[in-house]
């Protein structure tokens, strides 16, 4: 049985639900803990954590009761628990609080950690068979197949929070799995939408955030800006709903207002919309298998007045290329995709590499992967936690001459 539960096979819900929310102090986190304060009386806050921003998750803390709180930087420790002295919340530090954080028990646990550090975090609360928003895609893409395996085997729900995955995982309910014909996940295309290669090659860290639609976290705002988090979001795809590369389709919609379709056996094609608001799907996942009230903006079609399509540029914009590449060759080699990004992005943040370059580091640590000859299917979390540290190092090996090389 799919761990995503395609049907909304109403189950009741109870009146006080326990949530945890992992990486609390960022976007996804901030937009999750707006929707639990508007409503104090059905929500009871079991655990909240953060890589090092102790003052927000301290604050956090006091505002919603939370009974446990972890940060990942064991030197913040001291200054967190001065923090919270006083309170009758618990405190951890280090990635085994942060673990400890998705184990303890709570009904609902948003999985919005940035990058594959997550991943750990996340399996803990799968395992424990709770219910699952996955904000977190890196941690995915890192997994594969595995960590959905894992997740049914638990009996753990996982409910998309990803905006387009979010929109298939509704549309998705309007047919049967054989009556599927492909998916259609909308792209804003960035900020470098309209640009020309040279330019894309050289932009700016300044320029890479300013992201058309969304305010995300800066990590996932230079994804978008290089289109790998499109290519992360098909990869994500193909796991999160068992789709072949094939069965998805990746179609530029600059204003982000249709997030995702899909295309049934009588060419019917279901869409969800919105405003560019997470709280929408994360409303969604909370309220789940009911509706919620959601606090985004009413969408007002006649305001905007044009929705506008584009095919996506593959040459423009490799990083898409190189995940269905990934997906196609399978073996962990998403997981490669995954870390090399990661490896890029912090390279490209330092002032290491253009912004170009992102993309050469991802494809020369692929390429460097398949020449090893080492692929083999992940069977375990620990199976994809050593292909991410191989492909780390590979990729910061790769490093300097991909910064020296221009396109
Ligand atoms: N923002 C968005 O609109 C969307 C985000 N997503 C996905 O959701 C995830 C979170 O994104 P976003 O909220 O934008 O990211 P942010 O950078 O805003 O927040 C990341 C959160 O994770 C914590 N964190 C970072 N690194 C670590 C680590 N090594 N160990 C433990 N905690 C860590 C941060 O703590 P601290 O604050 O202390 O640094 C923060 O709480 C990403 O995977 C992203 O792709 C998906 C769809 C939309
Ligand atoms: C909000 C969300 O889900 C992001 O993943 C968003 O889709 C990023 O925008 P791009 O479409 O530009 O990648
Ligand atoms: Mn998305």
């Known amino acids: 049985m799919s761990a995503v539960p395609l049907r909304n096979n109403k189950a009741a819900a109870s009146s006080v639900r326990s949530v945890t929310v992992l990486g609390a102090t960022g976007s996804i986190g901030d937009s999750t803990m707006d929707l639990l304060r508007a409503s104090p009386e059905r929500y009871r806050v079991e655990a909240l954590t953060a890589n090092g921003n102790v003052e927000a998750l301290a604050k956090l803390a006091k505002e919603f009761s939370a009974r446990f709180v972890a940060i990942a930087d064991t030197s913040k420790l001291a200054e967190l628990k001065d923090a919270l002295a006083g309170t009758s919340t618990e405190c951890g530090a280090g990635e085994s609080a942060v673990i400890e954080a998705g184990a303890r028990p709570a009904d609902w646990v948003m999985a919005a950690v940035s990058g594959a550090a997550g991943l750990k975090p996340a399996l803990a609360a799968v395992d424990r068979g709770a219910h699952v928003a996955l904000a977190n895609k890196e941690c995915l893409v890192c997994a594969g197949d595995f960590f959905m395996q ?57 320029q890479a955030l300013k992201h058309p639609n969304w305010s995300m976290g800066q990590k996932i705002t230079i994804d978008s800006a290089s289109m790998m988090n499109k290519g992360l979001e098909v990869i994500e795809a193909s796991y999160l709903f068992a789709l072949t590369p094939d069965e998805i389709d990746v179609l530029v919609h600059p204003q982000s207002i249709i997030h995702g379709m899909v295309e049934f056996s009588d060419r019917s094609v279901v869409a969800q919309l919105g405003a560019p608001d997470m709280r929408t799907p994360i409303a969604h996942c909370l309220g789940w298998p009911d509706r919620i009230k959601g606090p985004a903006a009413k969408l007002d079609l006649a305001k905007i007045g044009q929705l506008t399509f584009e095919a996506p540029d593959f040459e423009r914009f490799p990083g898409l290329r190189l995940a269905y590449d990934a997906l196609r060759t399978g073996k962990g080699a ?54 991410d540290h191989v492909a780390r190092n590979r990729a910061a090996a790769l490093l300097p001459q991909i910064a020296l090389k221009a396109s």
Not at 171 to 195: C, H, K, Q, Y
Not at 355 to 364: D, K, N, P, T, Y
Not at 373 to 384: C, I, K, R, V
């Open 150 to 206: 894992r997740a049914a085997k638990a009996g753990a729900c996982i409910l998309p929070a990803d905006s387009e995955h979010n929109a298939l995982f509704q549309a998705l309910s309007s047919g049967n799995r054989d009556e599927l014909v492909r998916v259609i996940i909308t792209a804003s295309g960035g900020p470098f939408r309209a640009w020309k290669s040279a330019d894309i090659e050289q932009a700016t860290l300044a």
């Open 334 to 387: 998403t997981t490669v995709y995954n870390a090399a990004n990661e490896v890029a992005v912090a390279a490209f943040i330092a002032g290491q590499i253009r912004f170009g370059a992102i993309a050469r580091l991802v494809e020369a640590t692929l390429e460097d992967w398949i020449r090893t000859g080492n692929q083999a299917p992940l069977t375990s979390a620990d199976d994809a936690i050593s292909v």
